[in-house]
């Protein structure tokens, strides 16, 4: 598999589905606004921008590798959405926010909950809020049916929490476009979304690192810093560090036993409900 990264899905859309190409980059321009936004509820330092959804569709390409041959375009389609739409839940409206969290209490999401104020509830629970805002705004999304509008609900919803082996949940569906591996697709953003940890992912041109006083986030932007890239491999995923500090490097080792396990577990469900599978098989640390 060529390690190089080359828009794969993207350029199957542009080439072999322009009208689903085209929809993609209507919803673009809008999504900037949303997801920027998330600025207003959060003082803290981890980015769930535009730039961050593009991290995620670079990884995503990534880990796919040559399967992206395997997946039909409305399946590139799908997750190239999801990728865009995952996060699209920190930058909820108040408005929104007011209405969809009752919606949460009413399915019973909240019960589970630890946090103790709107801005936690909307960090906890941002996937969730992720669907119920595509599913609102399907239509400014350009998202033309119901199978389509679902799909994509699921696979971002699936980037945190959900159970990506339950079949009801995540079924692998027929559609009149085609099947859409929703387990399968799900399991990429999730493992792509793991790995976006490294130290560009905390720009500090745009938060007062001065303002940072819980130890648990001082701890967690310097264990990013420690880590200035991130690379897919064939057959694994290398975590590229220079520790800021000696007391990051335990961090750095926690944080990598975290993704291995997120890994092992997107491996599993794409053995288990797919006919594909993901080809990385371990996480590795190389100290510059």
């Avoid at 805002?133 to 980037?159: C, E, N, P, W």
């Avoid at 995540?170 to 793991?194: C, F, H, S, W």
């Avoid at 690192?209 to 995923?237: C, M, P, W, Y």
Wanted: negative net charge.
């Amino acid at each position: 598999m060529n390690d190089t990264h080359d828009f794969l899905l993207e350029k199957r859309l542009q080439n072999e589905a322009p009208d689903l190409h085209r929809r993609v980059t209507d919803s673009v321009a809008m999504l900037y606004t949303m997801l920027e936004s998330f600025l207003s509820w959060f003082p803290d330092f981890t980015d769930h921008s535009l730039l961050h959804s593009l991290d995620v569709l670079d990884y995503s390409n990534k880990i796919l590798g040559d399967q992206v041959w395997a997946l039909n375009t409305l399946e590139c389609y799908v997750l190239v959405m999801a990728c865009y739409l995952h996060d699209v839940g920190m930058g909820i409206s108040r408005k929104d926010f007011e209405v969809f969290e009752k919606e949460l209490e009413s399915k019973g999401t909240l019960k589970e909950s630890h946090s103790v104020n709107e801005a936690q509830i909307i960090r906890e629970q941002h996937n969730e809020l992720s669907g119920l805002i595509i599913k609102k705004y399907s239509k400014l999304f350009d998202i033309f049916d119901k199978d389509t509008m679902f799909a994509i609900i699921q696979v971002a919803r699936g980037h945190r929490k959900t159970d990506l082996l339950d079949e009801f949940e995540y079924p692998n569906m027929q559609t009149k476009n085609g099947v859409i591996r929703t387990p399968y697709l799900a399991a990429v953003i999730r493992l792509a979304d793991e790995i976006d940890v490294a130290s560009n992912r905390n720009p500090e041109l745009l938060f007062d690192l001065s303002n940072l006083t819980n130890q648990k986030d001082i701890d967690a932007f310097g264990t990013h810093q420690s880590i200035r890239s991130v690379e897919v491999r064939s057959d694994h995923i290398e975590l590229i560090v220079s520790p800021t500090e000696p007391r990051f490097v335990p961090l750095i080792e926690n944080l990598a036993e975290k993704i291995r396990q997120t890994l092992a577990y997107c491996r599993d469900v794409a053995q288990k409900r797919s006919d594909l599978c993901i080809y990385q098989e371990d996480v590795r640390i190389t100290t510059m």
